[in-house]
T-cell receptor
Framework: EAGVAQSPRYKIIEKRQSVAFWCNPI?????LYWYQQILGQGPKLLIQ????????DSQLPKDRFSAERLKGVDSTLKIQPAKLEDSAVYLC???????????FGPGTRLLVL | RKEVEQDPGPFNVPEGATVAFNCTYS??????FFWYRQDCRKEPKLLMS???SGNEDGRFTAQLNRASQYISLLIRDSKLSDSATYLC???????????FGTGTRLQVFP
């Protein structure tokens, strides 16, 4: 069974630029999550989707971050404009439903200069 | 106070040693508990769930003390391949949100 796919794997941008990340969850998984993991810390949930609806975006900095999952399958996370403190690994995870085990993708490593 | 607290380590142990990691959580309404493993520059992967009665998976034993809001992971007969960061994770009762600790880094040396 294919795992969670993410692209790009690495991205370097300058502050104030925009960037977008893509995630394709495991087939059949209704719940999709985006996490931010800053170096030396555990992952922090940014947003959770159930199919194409948002369940929890309480920790998403909505002035600069946006995410969508229009057809209830793959998802994009965008940062516009980026700040230095956005440098982190952005992990996508999916689960069959919100009560089941979450499986993580390899992440996108973002460096903002 | 952080919702999930762990000693970041690193714990440097020789092969064959027994090592224990501890974790405390602040929300008494927490429902489910897990240990995830994260290798360097890789994604987190579920190592094991933690049950109230304690549970074992090979060389790994997890225990939960709800009264003290304390979770532990014991690794016996450490292998070089056990070198990784171990993340303590808590799921709250009223949401399915996972709260991760900062992780404890383990380095097993020959």
């Amino acid at each position: 069974e294919a795992g969670v796919a993410q692209s790009p794997r690495y991205k370097i941008i300058e502050k104030r630029q925009s960037v977008a990340f893509w995630c394709n969850p495991i087939s059949g998984h209704a719940t999709l999550y985006w996490y931010q993991q800053i170096l030396g810390q555990g992952p922090k949930l940014l947003i959770q989707f159930q199919n194409n609806g948002v369940v929890d975006d309480s920790q998403l900095p909505k002035d600069r971050f946006s995410a969508e999952r229009l057809k209830g399958v793959d998802s994009t996370l965008k940062i516009q404009p980026a700040k230095l403190e956005d440098s982190a690994v952005y992990l996508c995870a999916s689960s069959f439903n919100s009560a089941e085990t979450q499986y993580f993708g390899p992440g996108t490593r973002l460096l903002v200069l | 106070r952080k919702e999930v607290e762990q000693d970041p380590g690193p714990f440097n142990v020789p092969e064959g040693a027994t090592v224990a990691f501890n974790c405390t959580y602040s929300n008494s309404a927490s429902q489910s508990f897990f240990w995830y493993r994260q290798d360097c520059r890789k994604e987190p992967k579920l190592l094991m769930s933690v049950y109230s009665s304690g549970n074992e998976d090979g060389r790994f034993t997890a225990q939960l003390n709800r009264a003290s809001q304390y979770i532990s992971l014991l690794i016996r007969d450490s292998k070089l391949s056990d070198s990784a960061t171990y993340l303590c994770v808590v799921k709250s009762y009223n949401t399915d949100k996972l709260i991760f600790g900062t992780g404890t880094r383990l380095q097993v040396f020959p």
